[in-house]
């Protein structure tokens, strides 16, 4: 296979037509690029210069290589611009997997804010509901940063903590706040789909204190069985990530608290663009609306 360097010497002596001029715009000692060319002629089988008293020309399969060797010269120019554009994130692509429950509240002003800067960036997102579906859109190379709660197995040197999230009691109207997991499991709950993660962590959680969840009903999703809940049907589990400003239902703390820790996974943590991203990821944390911290300041 032809090297890079010696089509290059082949064009450069191509278009001064002599081998010292071409040496001395490519910097190079006129033997070391005699030696390129010489190489390329053993590999391509024919002779591609015609030596000349003064100069050289190309013989006919000099000129029938000559229109590929400089195709594949601008090509590889381009793959460097293009690798250079992505590394300094003004070109490429990431591909991103997140909670569907905190694509809206965080992600979506980390997306605003990169976007303003990355413009030629192009982003492609997936929401799953299960952090174990994350991991494995990472595994599988579907995705170059996956951002939600911390699936049952990654390999924590590739993941980065985001911040920890609350997930809070939302109490239907007319009902007695929860007290206890004792009084959870007494009344009517708003369960989630096994589909979602959150079905496995809260069943675990409430296992550990002794209690078991029986859901009057089940959604994939952590807005709706906020939206559930203020309706009437039971008691819904749901992250503050998935409370959105304008939900107005009431809203109390577990006692104790109950949290989980959100992480970015990554495959390629030395990738400049999916360092940079994490970053910003980082620096923003996992916020709770104002509406949602007043809600609560009013009614715990």
């Known amino acids: 296979m032809p090297t890079l360097r010696a089509l290059e010497c082949l064009v450069a002596v191509l278009d001064a037509g002599s081998v010292t001029e071409a040496a001395r715009a490519l ?3 006129q033997p070391a690029l005699s030696h390129q060319l010489a190489g390329l002629e053993r590999e391509l089988g024919t002779p591609l210069l015609e030596r000349l008293p003064r100069g050289v020309r190309p013989t006919a399969a000099g000129r029938a290589v000559a229109a590929d060797a400089r195709l594949a010269l601008a090509a590889a120019d381009r793959v460097v611009a293009t690798a250079r554009d992505v590394a300094g994130g003004r070109g490429g692509r990431l591909r991103l997997a997140c909670a569907e429950s905190m694509t809206a509240w965080l992600l979506a002003p980390v997306l605003r804010g990169w976007r ?6 192009a982003v492609e997102l997936t929401e799953t509901t ?4 994350l991991a494995a859109a990472l595994a599988r190379g579907a995705a170059d940063v996956a951002i939600g709660p911390r699936p049952s197995s990654h390999e924590a040197a590739r993941e980065v903590v985001v911040g920890t999230e609350e997930i809070l009691a939302v109490v239907p109207p007319d009902h007695t706040p929860p007290q206890t997991w004792a009084d ?5 709950v708003v369960g989630y789909h096994p589909d979602n993660g959150l079905a496995a962590f809260l069943d675990a959680t409430a296992a550990q204190r002794g209690a078991a969840l029986t859901p ?3 959604t994939r999703h952590a ?3 906020a939206q559930l809940a203020h309706a009437g049907l039971g008691v819904a589990l749901v992250p503050t990530t998935g409370l959105g400003a304008a939900f107005s239902g009431e809203l109390r703390h577990l006692d104790p608290p109950l949290t989980r820790e959100v992480v970015a996974l990554v495959e390629t943590p030395h990738d400049p663009m999916v360092r ?3 970053g910003e990821v980082v620096r923003r944390g996992v916020p709770v609306s104002a509406a949602v911290s007043r809600r609560l300041s009013d009614r715990n």
């Open 216 to 218: 009057v009903t089940r």
């Open 116 to 121: 303003r800067r990355h413009r030629d960036v």
């Open 223 to 225: 807005a709706t069985a």
């Open 276 to 278: 940079a991203f994490v």
């Open 130 to 133: 299960s952090a174990d579906d």
């Open 27 to 29: 910097h190079l000692s």
């Open 184 to 188: 959870l499991a007494a009344g009517p």
